[in-house]
C-alpha cells in the first residue's frame, strides 16, 4: 500500500520558518516529480513547489525566493523549508507524487495544517 504522510506543521508567527516532511511507503518515488500543494479554507488547492527525478524545481510565484523544496531519495522523502511565513500563507499542505505517466498527481498525504498568526 502506497502511503506518503506529512509532518511538520503547526502554528507560528509571521516571519517564523517551518520544516514540512513528506515520507513515502509502498514504492519508490526518486524517479517521480513529487510536490507541494495546500488549499487554505473557502480556496482552491494550488500548487506551491514540485521538484521532479533530477532535481529540478518549480515554485509558485508567492512561494519564490522564501520556500525550498528538497528531496532524499535514500529516504523516500521530501521537505518543504518554509521562511519568512506570511499570515496568508496559512492553509493545509499536501504533498503529492505525479503518476509515471505524467499525467495526474496520483498519489497524496492527508496533509499537515500550517497556520500563520500576524
Not at 12 to 35: E, N, Y
Not at 40 to 59: F, I, L, N, Q
Request: aromatic letters at 10%; a neutral charge; proline letters at 2%.
Amino acid at each position: 500500500q502506497v502511503q506518503l504522510k506529512e509532518s511538520g506543521g503547526g502554528m507560528v508567527q509571521a516571519g517564523d520558518s517551518l520544516r514540512l516532511s513528506c515520507a513515502a511507503s509502498g514504492r519508490t518515488f526518486s524517479l517521480s516529480t513529487m510536490g507541494w500543494f495546500r488549499q487554505a479554507p473557502g480556496k482552491e488547492r494550488e500548487s506551491v513547489a514540485t521538484s521532479d527525478w533530477s532535481g529540478a524545481t518549480d515554485y509558485a510565484d508567492f512561494v519564490k525566493g522564501r520556500f525550498i523544496i528538497s528531496r532524499d531519495n535514500a529516504k523516500n522523502t521530501i521537505y518543504l523549508q518554509m521562511n519568512s511565513l506570511k499570515p496568508e500563507d496559512t492553509a493545509v499542505y499536501s504533498c503529492a507524487a505525479l503518476a509515471d505517466d505524467g499525467r495526474v498527481w496520483n498519489w497524496w498525504g492527508q496533509g499537515t495544517q500550517v497556520i500563520v498568526s500576524s
